[in-house]
């Protein structure tokens, strides 16, 4: 069980991203029937807003900015005052991801590409340091690595569809 824990909690945006798709499920099932695109994409976008963006990089600040030393060594690095910089970008991605979830599509385009800008690049940076320092810590080889891309084309993906189906009628 404690190696359950670890793994979830390591692998944070995993776990988002899972339990938003969950939420995005149960709001569905939840939903008046037929279920239409438009409800289906938009349920899907506000989860994965709420949960993916807005929490995860909320969780992202808190580890950065109040267990900075913890975190570097879960990545490979050694501490350092970026850290809280990381941390502090973090915050600015999760609030403007929660009020995305509630507003237009030009703020839920902002909430997607400032994470999907700093996701691609920390994906490069892992795959350098992987490379050219050995670096293979599960904070930078692991589960990390594989959703820092997976999360941008996720919210690309979802973006596109929003723009192609709009927002369904209330």
């Not at 030393?69 to 910089?85: H, K, V, Y």
Request: glycine letters at 8%.
């Amino acid at each position: 069980m404690h190696e359950a824990i670890r793994f979830v909690l390591s692998n944070f945006t995993l776990t988002f991203l899972v339990i938003g798709l969950i939420a995005s499920i149960v709001s569905l099932l939840c939903a008046p029937k037929p279920l239409t695109a438009p409800r289906v994409v938009e349920a899907l976008f506000f989860y994965f807003l709420l949960f993916s963006i807005g929490f995860s990089y909320l969780y992202n600040f808190v580890l950065h900015t109040f267990f900075g030393a913890m975190t570097a060594r879960f990545i490979g690095w050694a501490d350092s005052p970026f850290q809280a910089e990381v941390g502090f970008a973090s915050l600015g991605f999760a609030v403007v991801g929660l009020l995305a979830c509630w507003r237009s599509f030009d703020l839920r385009l902002a909430a997607i590409v400032g994470p999907a800008l700093f996701l691609l690049g920390a994906a490069g940076g892992h795959i350098y340091q992987i490379i050219h320092s050995r670096n293979f810590a599960p904070g930078n080889a692991g589960v990390i690595l594989y959703t820092d891309v997976i999360v941008p084309i996720f919210g690309f993906v979802l973006l596109s569809l929003q723009h192609r189906y709009g927002r369904p009628v209330k």
